[in-house]
């Protein structure tokens, strides 16, 4: 019961950011100055961790495969499918979570309990559309652009791991990234990227929005904010898989 009033709760939510929201002109610049706090800030993070699960997920390949009946192309196309289905926007998913989502979560639990957000109400504005939908909308802009990023970084780490390493040779690497290549793939990273971004960006809003208490309860909206999130990640990748799995 719990479980289906907060979803009812979240679904009135998003329907409170498009109805009687503010001229489109006022968001231009909310719009820019939340995706320079979710894209550009997250850039490190994002590609720091990229690089190193791309050379681990080659360098284990690699050992665990070592076998004169196995080509060492092989490498590369399970690093490529790997990164494209599942490391680049899943994992960075989880990372995007942990940062962006604690983040707005924290940022719209401060202004709920310092009543900033009443004030914004009592001067007729829709604060949940006039804080939140930019918010959305960036990170709509800037999530599928960091998965891009991560699925590079991912593939040139792999690379890079291999080649110092001595695992395998530069032609081998590229063999096996071009090797049975399906483009759906790539339109399957992208798609999984619009969804989770939309989840992380909604529902962290959604549990800072409706943070009551002190600043106790903010840490804690934080908390749920990302699990909720993660968990949302994962329930939106099996239904993805299933979905999309007969074009894989």
């Known amino acids: 019961m719990f ?8 679904v009135i939510f998003l329907k409170r950011l498009v109805t009687n929201r503010e001229p489109f002109r006022v968001y231009v610049k909310l719009f820019f100055d939340e995706s320079v706090e979710i894209g550009i800030n997250s850039l490190f993070i994002v ?5 190193f699960i791309g050379a681990v997920t080659s360098v284990q390949t690699t050992y665990n495969l070592l076998s004169p ?4 192309y092989v490498v590369g196309t399970i690093t490529r499918d790997m ?36 004030a914004l109400e009592v001067m007729g504005i829709n604060s949940a559309s006039y804080l939140v939908l930019p918010k959305i ?10 998965v891009i990023l991560s699925a590079f970084l991912c593939i040139y780490g792999g690379y890079l791991a291999g080649i110092l390493a001595d695992l395998f040779t530069k032609d081998d690497y590229i063999i096996g990234l071009r090797y049975d290549y399906n483009d759906f793939k790539i339109t ?16 962290s809003a959604f549990q800072g929005y409706y943070t009551r208490g002190g600043a106790l309860e903010v840490g804690q909206a934080s908390t749920t904010a990302v699990t909720n999130s993660c968990i949302a990640i994962l329930l939106a990748d099996f239904g993805l898989a299933q979905l999309f799995s007969v074009y894989l």
Do not use: N, W
């Open 3 to 10: 479980v289906i009033r907060a979803i009812g709760a979240y």
């Open 47 to 51: 590609s720091f961790i990229s690089l």
């Open 69 to 72: 009946f196995i080509p060492l």
């Open 83 to 118: 990164t494209l289905l599942e490391l680049a926007p899943t994992f960075t998913g989880v990372v995007f979570a942990g940062k962006i989502g604690s983040h707005i979560a924290g940022q719209l639990g401060t202004m709920r309990i310092t009543e900033q957000i009443d």
């Open 137 to 146: 909308l960036a990170g709509l802009f800037m999530y599928p652009l960091l």
């Open 188 to 203: 399957f990273m992208m798609i999984k990227s619009y969804v989770y971004g939309f989840l992380i960006t909604s529902i």
